[in-house]
């Protein structure tokens, strides 16, 4: 054997699970998205569901530092206005929670977080993220869309006549699962980042997602 072959590459893969613990397989060197497909308590769901129906703007972003990993990340203010909604102690709790664990996993310092009421797709079109690891959820609407590997050309991302239009090659995250998505700043992960997209939005329809980015 030639000593100086290099190493194929390993096969990338998504990964889904009911337990929380399939998050860690996002750190393994051959997957790019990680799904934990968890139901939302129902008066969580009920939350999402009356702040979106109050169709008001929302757009918040917080950058959290996590020196301590025992401490609870600083959220307040967060979505501060709906705080008399029923269940806003149950959705702050929740955050609460996943911004820990994705601070926990990644040994992330420093937390972008966004939480926003979307009324139209912000990248409509398919694209990889220029990320190491970004957290997607969405508490209320229609989940994110990906593709599995090899759906489409990586060179024609952002062609909008090369995207697939056959519903059975879009995967779509549902409402209330926990999707990690590897991106292109992720070490070796470099030309292998999720290819996904924001899903289109009907005339009236909203979503409520979070994303949280690894800052540093």
């Given at each position: 054997?030639?000593?100086?072959?290099?190493?194929?590459?390993?096969?990338?893969?998504?990964?889904?699970?009911?337990?929380?613990?399939?998050m860690t397989r996002i750190l393994d060197e051959d997957v790019n998205l990680a799904i934990w497909q968890r139901q939302l308590p129902v008066h969580i769901v009920d939350f999402g569901a009356l702040l979106l129906s109050l169709d008001e703007p929302l757009a918040d972003a917080i950058v959290l530092e996590m020196a301590d990993e025992k401490a609870q990340p600083n959220l307040r203010g967060l979505a501060a206005r709906f705080?008399?909604?029923?269940?806003?102690?149950?959705?702050?709790?929740?955050v609460s929670w996943l911004v820990s664990a994705y601070?926990?996993?990644?040994?992330?310092?420093?937390?972008?977080?966004?939480?926003?009421?979307?009324?139209?797709?912000?990248?409509?079109?398919?694209?990889?993220?220029?990320?190491?690891?970004?957290?997607?959820?969405?508490?209320?609407?229609?989940?994110?869309?990906?593709l599995e590997e090899g759906v489409m050309d990586r060179r024609q991302l952002g062609q909008p006549q090369a995207e697939p239009t056959q519903s059975a090659l879009i995967q779509q995250?549902?409402?209330?699962?926990?999707?990690?998505?590897?991106?292109?700043?992720?070490?070796?992960?470099?030309g292998a980042g999720l290819i996904h997209r924001s899903p289109a939005?009907?005339?009236?329809?909203?979503?409520l997602i979070l994303t949280l980015d690894w800052l540093a």
């Open positions: 054997m030639n000593a100086y072959a290099h190493t194929a590459r390993p096969v990338i893969q998504q990964v889904c699970g009911e337990t929380p613990q399939i705080n008399d909604l029923e269940g806003y102690a149950g959705f702050i709790a929740d601070a926990c996993l990644l040994g992330a310092k420093r937390i972008g977080l966004r939480l926003r009421a979307l009324d139209k797709a912000m990248c409509p079109r398919f694209h990889v993220d220029h990320v190491p690891v970004r957290l997607i959820t969405t508490y209320a609407g229609i989940g994110s869309q990906w995250v549902n409402a209330g699962e926990v999707a990690l998505l590897k991106g292109e700043k992720w070490q070796g992960n470099e939005l009907a005339p009236g329809e909203r979503r």
